[in-house]
Structure formats: structure tokens, C-alpha cells
Nanobody, 127 residues
Framework: QVQLVESGGGLVQTGDSLRLSCAASGRTGSLSIMGWFRQAPGKEREFVAHISLGGGITAYTDSTKGRFTISRDNAKNMVYLQMNSLKPDDTAAYYC????????????????????WGQGTQVTVSS
């Protein structure tokens, strides 16, 4: 019904920047909140950021707040994650996620409410 495809990952050095992109296709008109999660080997999937349909509500995890910025372009069916001042601890596979509806924004700091997921894009930050 909905497909999400991430791109923009790569190998960078500490302090560098990357912008991740997520392209949505299918029945994108049914989507509401969009989010980014990440997962490092041997660790649980971690919330990074989410954004409401109109972009007016955003949230970030404490470790990325002030360095990462989430945005979306509904006309292009795209969501972005601008990552600045990257650290080795940011190394992970990054996943785009989407939900059909948004109720309480606090719910979307967890993976459970999201209906669709991308395949992931790898970000590696060297020391």
C-alpha cells in the first residue's frame, strides 16, 4: 500500500554532515506523521525524530537535539533528516517510518505506532 525508500547514507568523519532522504510512494495521501529511527548492531531500534503532517509538531531524542533537523515536503512525498556535527555514536542503520494517523504525539517516540518502514540506509562516522 505504501513504500518508503531511504537514501543519503555513507561513510563520513567526525564533525561532518549528511542529509538523509525518504521517498514515499503508493497511497501517500493516507499518511500523517513521519519519523526517523536508527539501530546499531546489538542494540535496540532507537527513536531519532518525528514530524507531523503540516510540519508544525516535531520531536527529537536528547542525543540528537540541536544537531539533527527533520523536515518534509508533502508535494514531493519526501521527508528529510539533516544531520550536522556527526559523532561516532551516530553510526547506525537509519530507518524512515510513517503512520496513517497521529493522535497523541508522545506515542510516536516508540516504534509500535508506525504502520510502514523503509529498508534502511547505513551511516558510519569514523573517529
Amino acid at each position: 500500500q505504501v513504500q518508503l525508500v531511504e537514501s543519503g547514507g555513507g561513510l563520513v568523519q567526525t564533525g561532518d554532515s549528511l542529509r538523509l532522504s525518504c521517498a514515499a510512494s503508493g497511497r501517500t495521501g493516507s499518511l500523517s506523521i513521519m519519523g526517523w529511527f536508527r539501530q546499531a548492531p546489538g542494540k535496540e531500534r532507537e527513536f531519532v525524530a518525528h514530524i507531523s503532517l503540516g510540519g508544525g509538531i516535531t520531536a527529537y531524542t536528547d542525543s540528537t537535539k540541536g544537531r539533527f533537523t527533520i523536515s518534509r515536503d508533502n508535494a514531493k512525498n519526501m521527508v528529510y533528516l539533516q544531520m550536522n556535527s556527526l559523532k561516532p555514536d551516530d553510526t547506525a542503520a537509519y530507518y524512515c517510518a510513517a503512520a496513517r494517523l497521529m493522535y497523541n504525539p508522545d506515542y510516536y517516540r516508540r516504534a509500535n505506532p508506525y504502520d510502514y518502514w523503509g529498508q534502511g540506509t547505513q551511516v558510519t562516522v569514523s573517529s
